[in-house]
């Protein structure tokens, strides 16, 4: 049975190229950066958790919750191919118990702030929101898109930022830790206007200051779906 089931919806990946070498220190052991047209790119992402159950049980009061990361792309190479996965630099949650479970069993990096969010249908758009209260400020993703459902091309830059399926955890400098996400491939709504409003020092601390004048290289708003999370195994 998988370690958790749930729904993936309506995320909002904000998406930016770096220089490659800034990540290095936050590289799990046993991975390497995965590059997009040899480009290295670091995403903000907020989306819901619903329907959430851990080995097959809900969880009274935490069953559905939004959720903010910051983080990138490797790849490890085992039995002849290429495992392609992200890493997190922090993930934000609104519960503490979420942080908790993930913290301590799957050794990530997880942090409580207050959070909500929103999904208003206009006449021709929708406008999802998700906010995170960090140091008494609030902080927002605004993301507008239109209607309809459009499949993501094969070989874009959008296949590349939804289609990882694995996480690594760099515990320290010599334990990585694997699990498996898997999911169905995923549609995407055609982003019309954006809005960033994020303390990138505040909340994500001097190695990512920088993000707070960059502008994103794209912006995609994917619908998601059901998805597991397998039992994570320890890299030897």
């Known amino acids: 049975m ?7 919806k309506n995320l909002a990946l ?3 190229e770096i220089d490659a070498k800034l990540l290095k220190k936050h590289l ?3 991975t390497e950066i995965d590059l997009w047209n040899n480009k290295c790119y670091v995403s903000l992402v907020g989306f819901m958790f ?3 159950k851990l080995i097959g049980f809900k969880i009274p009061f935490h069953s559905n919750f939004e959720e903010v990361n910051l983080r990138f792309y490797v790849k490890r190479f085992e039995n002849g191919e290429w495992k392609r996965g992200v890493a997190f630099i922090k993930e934000i949650v609104p519960k503490p118990a979420l942080t908790f479970v993930a913290n301590t069993i799957y050794k990530e990096h997880y942090q409580t702030m207050p959070m909500k969010h929103s999904a208003t249908e206009n006449k021709n758009s929708i406008d999802f929101v998700y906010q995170w209260k960090n140091n008494n400020e609030w902080n927002s993703i605004l993301v507008a898109t239109e209607k309809n459902s459009i499949e993501i091309d094969h070989n874009s830059e959008a296949e590349f930022i939804t289609e990882h399926y694995f996480g690594y955890t760099k515990t320290n400098k010599n334990i990585t830790f694997e699990y498996e996400v898997k999911h169905p491939r995923w549609q995407q709504l055609q982003v019309v206007s954006y809005k ?3 303390d990138f020092e505040n909340v994500y601390g001097n190695d990512f200051v920088f993000l707070q004048n960059l502008e994103p290289t794209s912006v995609i708003l994917a619908k998601g779906s059901t998805v597991t999370v397998e039992n994570k195994k320890k890299l030897l």
Not at 2 to 8: D, G, H, I, Q, R
């Open 2 to 8: 998988s370690f958790l089931t749930a729904e993936w």
């Open 196 to 198: 960033i409003d994020v």
């Open 28 to 30: 799990p052991k046993g």
């Open 50 to 52: 619903n329907n959430v």
């Open 14 to 16: 904000i998406n930016y």
